[in-house]
């Protein structure tokens, strides 16, 4: 549960009620989640897509998030943008009010990359980046790591073997040089690209959530 998002009433009920081990549910939400597990959790599958691997150097050119069995929400860097001093600024505006609408976000390698570096932007641009438990995550990557035997770990990889479609628009250098400068095209391209990600994400994920714990880690 995410404190942040709950009504006033629904603050004071928390805090004056207590579970069957007498802990106050605002305390202890792991109880009050236990006891109301038909509550829907909000779930969505996150991946950006950056110019370089590290967000000091980097910035991101566009994200994704896919609400389960829905269409993303979706965002590209425009070109009147990347000729700005605020580069990705009121794109990461944007992204961080979409992973608000989710109770759990999900990614692949996320805690080594996407997370980290949209965190990271933020910060640069001195925006309100969600806190330590507001939001949980889920990496696909660890359960695949941990549950799976195969000679490479990456998505696609992954995909092939359990026979999903992915990566019609590959990674390709040359478009993501053409991306920077403004070409529509190549933005266009990553923007696909992205999109086709969080769909194989989140084909993955249903393929492995039977063999795992979808444990309470955050972002």
């Known amino acids: 549960m995410n404190l942040r998002r709950q009504t006033k009433e629904k603050l004071v009920w928390l805090a004056s009620h207590r579970c069957k081990h007498r802990h106050l549910y605002i305390e202890h939400l792991s109880c009050y989640e236990k006891e109301n597990e038909t509550e829907i959790e909000r779930l969505g599958f996150l991946d950006i897509e950056a110019s370089n691997l590290d967000a000091d150097f980097g910035i991101v050119l566009s994200y994704c998030i896919k609400p389960l069995d829905q269409p993303s929400l979706q965002r590209l860097i425009t070109p009147k943008e990347l000729a700005s001093k605020d580069l990705d600024k009121a794109l990461m505006i944007d992204c961080i009010a979409d992973m608000r609408k989710f109770d759990r976000l999900v990614t692949y390698y996320g805690t080594g990359f996407d997370i980290p570096f949209v965190r990271t932007r ?54 993501w040089t053409a991306a920077l400068t403004g070409n529509k095209k190549a933005l266009n391209y990553i923007l696909v690209h992205n999109l086709e990600d969080v769909e194989s994400l989140q084909e993955v994920y249903k393929r492995m959530l039977e063999f795992t714990a979808n444990r309470a880690v955050t972002i």
């Open 122 to 175: 933020a910060m640069l641009h001195k925006l309100d980046f969600p806190v330590f438990r507001e939001i949980k995550h889920t990496d696909v990557y660890y359960w695949v790591r941990n549950k799976l035997r195969l000679h490479r770990k990456r998505l696609e990889v992954v995909c092939d073997f359990l026979g999903i479609p992915a990566k019609g628009h590959p990674m390709i250098p040359p478009i």
